[in-house]
């Protein structure tokens, strides 16, 4: 079904009902009324408009209806006035409670962030001696490594020296006890050059006893 179009008379016409009815003609009541497409009421619409602030311009108003009018306005205004701050007095004051409670949690977020900024700053100086503290231990075990190694390397020497003068040592006792045999050895040929000595010491004295004396031989 097609959508219905509303013409200029029809947009004038709800329009002027809907004054009469006390009401504003706002697009959405003309729209309802009219059945018109958003596009055709806005433009008839805007033309009731410029027509209707004409004919109230054209209009000459007595000078006592005009103040009444505009102390009527003024009242208007005034009471409206009044009841939109009575309106917005209590949300007024709530938004200002609620103000005032950000404005406390603030307070007591900063207060907050201050005091975790004072305690990484803090931790960070921890940090910073723990890290200082690390580096000095580093150093300190390396100059211990080192002085470790050297007295591993010391001690190598050592064992190598060590292990030399075993050698030399077990070639000594070679030595001597090559010497000790070498003395046993001469020791029983001097006994036997003693037994051998003796022999002959004996068979010389046996000898000379039994030879005839030279004055006994001769006639």
Do not use: C
Not at 100 to 127: M, P, S, T, W, Y
């Amino acid at each position: 079904m097609a959508k219905a179009v509303a013409t200029q008379e029809a947009v004038f016409a709800a329009a002027d009902a809907l004054v009469a009815e006390g009401k504003e003609p706002s697009m959405t009541l003309v729209q309802e009324r009219t059945g018109g497409s958003y596009t055709t009421v806005k433009r008839h619409l805007e033309a009731w408009v410029a027509k209707r602030k004409g004919e109230i311009a054209a209009v000459d108003l007595p000078v006592d209806i005009e103040a009444r009018g505009r102390d009527f306005v003024q009242a208007l205004y005034a009471h409206a006035l009044h009841g939109a701050k009575a309106a917005v007095a209590e949300p007024l004051a709530l938004a200002e409670a609620s103000r005032d409670k950000a404005e406390g949690l603030l307070a007591g977020a900063e207060a907050e962030v201050a005091r975790l900024e004072g305690v990484e700053q803090e931790q960070i100086g921890r940090i910073d001696a723990l890290t200082q503290r690390v580096r000095e231990l580093e150093m300190s075990t390396a100059a211990q490594q080192a002085t470790i190694q050297e007295k591993v390397a010391s001690v190598a020497r050592l064992d190598a020296q060590l292990a030399e003068a075993q050698n030399a040592l077990a070639a000594r006792d070679q030595e001597l006890a090559g010497l000790r045999a070498s003395v046993k050895a001469v020791e029983g040929l001097q006994g036997q050059l003693d037994a051998l000595q003796r022999t002959v010491q004996g068979l010389t004295a046996a000898a000379g006893a039994g030879a005839p004396s030279a004055k006994g031989g001769k006639k």
